[in-house]
C-alpha cells in the first residue's frame, strides 16, 4: 500500500468533504488555493463505474488535475465485489486514497442499499470495506453517520468493524440518517468513536467558523476536521481555519465584489467541458452562495436565476459590482 493515511490529512488544515454537484475539479481547486488538503471527489456509483467507459459521467467525476493533491476517490455501492473492482480500476488514475460512502442520506443512494443504509447493515459494510482494503494500492477511508436514526445508534461498533478489517481511518458526520442536514450534530460521538479505534478519526458536521474547527479538535480530542457545506460560497473558510490553528491573524474576507469573480472563473472554464446552457444552469446555485448577505443581493439572485448565457452572467455580476461600488461595499 503506497502512501500513510498521516501523510494525507494534516493537523494544520482542514479537509474538503464530497458534495454532490458541488466539489468538481474546479471548485475543489479554489478551495486547494485558500488551503484545503485533502479534497475528494463527489461521490461516484461503483456499479456505473466499472461497467462504462471513459466518457460516462461516473469516470468523468473522478477527472482531477496534480494541483488538487492530495486527492480521495469516493465511491458508493452495496456490492463488496463491484466496490472493489471499482477500487482496482480507480488505482490507473492514481488517487492518493480511496473513501467508502456509508453516510449518504439521500433517497436514490438508500433506496438501492448504500450510502447510509449500510449502518442499518454493519456486517455488509464491513465485508466492503475488506474487500475493498484488500485490493486497494492506497489507503482506504470510510465516511460514516451516527446510525440510521436515534435507536440505532452505531457509529462506535461501524467504526471499530471498518477498522479491524482495513479501514485506515473513520470520517464521522455525527448526525443520523432520518436528520439528514437538519439539527445540530453530536460532536461527543465522534469522542466516542476517537477512543474505541486506534487510526485517524476525521469530524465532519457544523463547523461553519474557523472557531468551530477548533473547538471540535477541543472537544472530541481528534487532530483532522472536515468542512463540507460550509465551503459553499465561503472557500477562504480553509484559510481561515489553517490560519486560526496556527495562532495568525486572520486575512479579511474577500469583499464581495471579487468574491464573485470565483464562479464567474469557474463558469467561464466549466463551459470549455459542457455546453455553455448546461455550464450557466449549473452555476446559478454558486452565485447565490457567493452572494449571501450582500447588499442588493435578493435581487441580484433573481436577474442571475434568468441568464442564459456567459455573456449575459457577466453583465449581471459587472452591474452588481457597480452597485456594490456606488454603496462603498468594495474594498
Given at each position: ?14 479537509a474538503l468533504a ?236 474577500l469583499p464581495f ?43 441580484f439572485r433573481q ?29
Amino acid at each position: 500500500m503506497a502512501g500513510k493515511i498521516e501523510d494525507i490529512f494534516r493537523t494544520d488544515r482542514a479537509a474538503l468533504a464530497p458534495l454532490a454537484g458541488v466539489t468538481d475539479s474546479l471548485f475543489r481547486k479554489i478551495c486547494v488555493g485558500f488551503g484545503a488538503c485533502p479534497v475528494m471527489t463527489e461521490m461516484v456509483s461503483s456499479e456505473g463505474y466499472i461497467r462504462t467507459n471513459e466518457q460516462n459521467k461516473s469516470t468523468g467525476l473522478l477527472q482531477y488535475s496534480e494541483s488538487e493533491r492530495p486527492i480521495g476517490f469516493q465511491f458508493f455501492g452495496a456490492n463488496p465485489e463491484v466496490m472493489a473492482a471499482a477500487a482496482e480500476k480507480a488505482h490507473d488514475l492514481k488517487p492518493d486514497f480511496i473513501d467508502i460512502n456509508a453516510g449518504c442520506p439521500v433517497k436514490k443512494v438508500i433506496s438501492k442499499g448504500s450510502g447510509s443504509a449500510l449502518m442499518r447493515d454493519p456486517q455488509l459494510l464491513a465485508k466492503i470495506v475488506g474487500k475493498v482494503a484488500g485490493v486497494s494500492k492506497v489507503p482506504v477511508t470510510v465516511k460514516i453517520r451516527s446510525g440510521w436514526d436515534h435507536s440505532s445508534i452505531n457509529a462506535v461498533e461501524v467504526a471499530q468493524r471498518c477498522v479491524d478489517v482495513g479501514a485506515c481511518a473513520v470520517i464521522v458526520h455525527p448526525r443520523t440518517r432520518s436528520e439528514l442536514f437538519g439539527g445540530h450534530s453530536d460532536w461527543s460521538l465522534i469522542r466516542e468513536v476517537r477512543e474505541a479505534v486506534s487510526v485517524p478519526v476525521i469530524g465532519s458536521g457544523d463547523i461553519i467558523t474557523h472557531e468551530d474547527a477548533l473547538r471540535m479538535k477541543q472537544e472530541t480530542g481528534i487532530d483532522h476536521v472536515m468542512v463540507g457545506r460550509s465551503a459553499m460560497g465561503n472557500p477562504w473558510i480553509f484559510r481561515e481555519i489553517a490560519e486560526y490553528l496556527a495562532g495568525k491573524k486572520l486575512t479579511p474576507p474577500l469583499p464581495f465584489g471579487e468574491r464573485l469573480d470565483l464562479p464567474l472563473g469557474h463558469l467561464e472554464q466549466l463551459a470549455e467541458n459542457i455546453q455553455e446552457r448546461f455550464a450557466v444552469f449549473k452555476m446559478r446555485k454558486f452565485f447565490g452562495w457567493y452572494s449571501k448577505g450582500a447588499i442588493g443581493g435578493a435581487v441580484f439572485r433573481q436577474n442571475i436565476f434568468k441568464d442564459e448565457t456567459i455573456e449575459e452572467v457577466r453583465n449581471t455580476v459587472l452591474s452588481f459590482k457597480e452597485e456594490l461600488e456606488k454603496q462603498h461595499v468594495i474594498g
